[in-house]
C-alpha cells in the first residue's frame, strides 16, 4: 500500500422522527485510484447526540473507494446536527 491520505467532509443531517424517513446517510469517496480501507465519523467539538435521541447506525465500506455513515433518529422531533465523515485512503499495488 502507498499514498496514504485520509479525506474528510462535513455533511448536515437533517432527520425527520416519522418511520421510513428516519435516517439519513452520506459517504465519501476516495480520489480517483485510491481503495477505502477504513473511516469513521466524529461530530464537531460544540455539538453532541445527547438530547437528540439519535443512533449511529453504521459505519461501514459501502464500496472499494467510499465510506458510507448512517444515523437513524429516534424521537419525535426533528434532528439537525453536523458530522465530520471520513475516509482512509491508499493505493493498493
Known amino acids: 500500500m502507498s499514498g496514504y491520505e485520509i479525506v474528510t467532509i462535513t455533511s448536515s ?21 485510491k481503495k477505502v480501507v477504513a473511516g469513521g465519523y466524529q461530530l464537531p467539538s460544540d455539538q453532541s447526540l445527547t438530547g437528540l435521541e439519535i443512533l449511529p447506525e453504521g459505519s461501514y465500506p459501502d464500496s ?5 455513515v ?3 433518529n429516534q424521537g419525535s422531533g426533528i434532528a439537525q446536527f453536523d458530522a465530520i465523515l471520513y475516509a482512509v485512503c491508499v493505493f493498493v499495488e
Open 13 to 33: 443531517f437533517h432527520i425527520l422522527p416519522e418511520p421510513n424517513v428516519n435516517y439519513a446517510f452520506d459517504r465519501v469517496r476516495c480520489p480517483s485510484g
Open 64 to 68: 472499494d473507494s467510499s465510506w458510507q
Open 70 to 72: 448512517r444515523f437513524r
